[in-house]
């Protein structure tokens, strides 16, 4: 029988407004065959959610409604064997991280590797542990779950000498990240927490639990133009 991925939906509070936990309730369910069994990262086109399948090496394709649109593609073909975290757009392309070989690895939505980039060589050898990775429309901002650490990258995946520090605020074991049209939000597995940060690296002294609503090993986050979508890797699950 097939494994059933359970889509728990969570609707969030309007943008950019103090977030409380009364601000969450579950706004539907949706089921599917989890093909997708150990999903990490996740990203959003403005069409359709990517999401990275850490075992399987696989990038699984789904509809706004969370169900499988029958589309995935293979990434340990092209040298990316552990897509960890980092799902992003920019240009109608995908870019995923690899948290092994410390790359980014750029493909056409047909799943087609374009080009590689070593987020390692490119920071000078700071960002040694990428996983979340989100475009903000000008620049990329990349996870690095081992020294709590957002490094700053432009289109071209350059390095910006920018980067800043989660743990200070609580979040101590970063590893996926979005971006809402102004603040940068950053997911911690280890607290069950999404921290908001302005693009400055400041903490806005504003986050949201998601053990509350199931979500206990929140990893990837997107943000879907009214609501944030939070891979749970342990259940195989996504909460919005």
Known sequence: MNKILLILLVLLAPLNTAFADTDYYFRDTYYQPAANASPL???????????????????????????????????????????????????????????????????????????????????????????????????????????????????????????????ASGNADPVGIAFDGTYLWVTDSADDEVYKYDTSGTYQSVSFDTAASGNADPEGITYNGYSFVVVDSFDDRLYQ
């Not at 293979?74 to 092994?100: C, H, K, M, Q, R």
């Open 41 to 167: 990262g996740i990203g959003f086109d403005g069409t359709y959610f990517w999401v990275s399948d850490g075992f399987a090496d696989d990038i699984y394709r789904l509809g706004e409604d969370a169900l499988v649109t029958g589309f995935s593609f293979d990434t340990a073909a092209s040298g990316n064997d552990e897509p960890l975290g980092g799902v992003a757009f920019y240009a109608s392309n995908i870019y995923v991280t690899d948290f092994t070989d410390q790359m980014a690895y750029t493909y056409n939505t047909s799943g087609t590797l374009l080009a590689t980039t070593s987020l390692f060589t490119s920071s000078g050898g700071l960002n040694n542990a990428p996983k979340g990775m989100v475009f903000d429309g000008t620049y990329f901002w990349i996870v690095d779950t081992n020294d709590d650490e957002v490094y700053k990258y432009n289109s071209s995946l350059v390095y910006q000498s920018v980067s800043f520090d989660t743990a």
